[in-house]
C-alpha cells in the first residue's frame, strides 16, 4: 500500500481513556482558581503554543522529503497532541460547575473546597483540601472530591467520626479541623 495512505498515528489520537471519569450526573465542581488555571491554559495553547507548532510544521513541510524530516514528524505529532489537549479542556470547561469555597468560611461542616485535618485509627493526622478532578494534586495534600476520604468525610463537621472505606478494610477517621478561604477583598 502506499505510504500516502497510511495513518500517522499509532493510535494515540484516541480520546478514550484520556478523560478521568465524572461521577454519574456529570457534575464537573471545579474552584474560580482551578477554573481560571484550565482556561489559561487552554488559551495558551489555542494562542501561543499552536501557532507555534503549526508554523514550525509548515517550514519543515516546505523543505520537501517529509519522510526523514525531524521537524515535521515530530511536529505534527506534538500538534496532535496540542489538539488532544484543547478537546480534553474545551470539555470539561463545558461540563465545569463552579462552586465558590470562600461562601463557607466559617462553618465547621465539610463541603468542596475545605481543607480538613482529620484523624486516622492509628492517631496519626492527616490534612487534606478537597477539590475538582481537575485540579486536585496529591502532591500538594489536594484530593478530588469523588475520592474515598473526601465522600467520607463531607458533610460531616468537627468531632465527627466518619467511616473510611479502603481495601484493607473500614477504617474510622475523626474530623479535627475544618477551614476554607476567606474571601479576597
Known amino acids: 500500500m502506499n505510504k500516502a495512505f497510511t495513518r500517522e498515528t499509532d493510535g494515540e489520537d484516541d480520546d478514550a481513556g484520556v478523560l478521568p471519569p465524572l461521577p454519574a450526573g456529570g457534575k464537573n465542581y471545579i474552584t474560580p482558581r482551578g477554573y481560571a488555571h484550565l482556561r489559561a491554559e487552554l488559551l495558551q495553547l489555542i494562542d501561543d503554543e499552536r501557532p507555534k507548532v503549526v508554523d514550525i510544521v509548515h517550514w519543515a513541510a516546505s523543505n520537501g522529503d517529509r519522510s526523514e524530516n525531524g521537524d515535521y514528524i515530530y511536529g505534527k505529532k506534538r500538534l496532535r497532541e496540542i489538539d488532544r489537549r484543547i478537546r480534553f479542556l474545551t470539555q470539561r470547561l463545558e461540563l465545569a460547575e463552579i462552586t465558590d469555597p470562600t461562601l463557607h468560611h466559617g462553618h465547621d461542616q465539610v463541603f468542596f473546597g475545605a481543607t480538613v485535618t482529620y484523624a486516622e485509627e492509628s492517631g496519626q493526622e492527616r490534612t487534606i483540601t478537597i477539590l475538582g478532578i481537575d485540579e ?50
Request: charged residues 15%; aromatic residues 4%.
Open 136 to 185: 486536585a494534586d496529591s502532591a500538594q495534600a489536594q484530593v478530588s472530591w469523588i475520592s474515598p476520604i473526601a465522600r467520607a468525610l463531607l458533610k460531616s463537621r468537627v468531632g465527627d467520626v466518619a467511616t473510611l472505606v479502603t481495601p484493607a478494610g473500614a477504617q474510622e477517621v475523626e474530623v479535627l479541623r475544618v477551614s476554607y478561604p476567606a474571601a479576597p477583598g
